[in-house]
């Protein structure tokens, strides 16, 4: 006997998966109006925010099954020769960035996502890089107002690290006594404890200041996906987790973070 085709429920797909790839990749990067998207794809606004929320619930999916953070092995292995010089048992570096969103109605919303370090209400999230030049790591997205040590203890970024691993960030994590505990490396810049640096403590700092620069140049490069450069409106919120996680992943795909010095040599 002949089986009956099922006929699928709704209106029929006018378009292809990778045209419905592009045009979410197009508004992760440029941040279009859905109204302008509707108009360069003749598409109805309803469809648009359709494909954009299927598309990121599927690539955040997909994308978090990826294997970024590297085993201590092959850090060794790759390990570029800025961060080694520093630390050569160096496993991640890593800063939080906020995010700009519209101000909530709720007032206790309004509270909580304040950032008084930038003003205004935000989503804060850890990214950390691996000294071999990638994003290893990105936890949920937080209220602007939570701390930084909140976020490393809640994010379960420490549960990544091993015995003698050491991870370098600013002054502004403190969290000395939980590496401590783990058996955790810490390298920050050193606090003014006098008058002035002593010439030692002003070679540490130009160092790991030098060094760190390449987790700014990670969170600019994540930002360069301008949906999350641009203040998110309220109504996004539900999906900015998966947004900003699926930007970070992304960023990975863009090319080298740091440029990787050549082996060859001309003869």
Known sequence: MMKRKRNKCGKTRTSTPLEEFFLTLVRLRKHLSIQHMAHLYGMAESTICII????????????????????????????????????SNLRAIIDCTEIYIETPTDSWAQRDTFSNYKHHNTAKGLLAISPTGHVSWCSPLYAGRTSDKKIVRHSGFLDRLQEEDSIMADKGFDIQEDCSERGISLVIPPFLRKIQFTHLELDSTREIATTRVHIERAVRRVKEFQIVSETVPVTNCPQLNRIYQVCCYLANFTGPLIAIPSTNKNK
């Open 52 to 87: 954009l929320n299927t598309w990121v619930i599927f690539l955040h999916k997909i994308l978090r099954r990826m294997p970024i953070w590297p085993s201590r092995e092959h850090i060794t292995a790759n390990m570029l020769p800025c961060f080694k010089e520093c630390d």
